[in-house]
């Protein structure tokens, strides 16, 4: 019993997922946009984010770390950018924003990661 019972306290909770999962892509930034591979990229990209959004509100999911997020309309440009300090859990976006955007959250690091949301 005493075994069942230690095992139980180690097991974790299961993480309770808020609105829809965001798909992401992660792309290399490029801020020469030249089209030539970048010298001495990662042999491995970073792992993406975990994050959802419902309504106007976006979640994260155990980052660690500092993003820029960015949000770009359907013609490609940006509607809104705010600074995301490292272990926030969730970003209340602006409610005057509305349709389809593609939205980007940027490391300090050579890679960045896009996905689509509909607000």
């Known amino acids: ?15 309770v997922v808020i609105g829809s999962p965001i798909v992401w892509q992660v792309r ?16 491995l990209p970073p ?21 820029t997020l960015c949000l770009l309309d359907e013609d490609g440009e940006e509607a809104y950018t705010v600074f995301i ?3 926030t859990a969730s ?7 509305t349709g389809d955007y593609e939205l980007q959250l940027l490391t300090d690091g050579l890679f960045y990661f896009a996905g689509w949301v509909e607000l």
């Open 47 to 67: 792992k993406a984010p975990e994050a959802s959004i419902d309504d106007h509100t976006l979640y994260l999911y155990n980052v660690d770390y500092d993003l």
């Open 91 to 97: 970003v209340v976006l602006p409610s005057t924003l």
């Open 28 to 43: 290399i930034f490029d801020p020469h946009n030249t089209g030539m591979p970048i010298p001495k990229s990662p042999a």
């Open 1 to 15: 019993m005493l075994c069942l019972m230690s095992l139980s306290a180690f097991s974790q909770r299961p993480k």
């Open 85 to 87: 300090p490292a272990n």
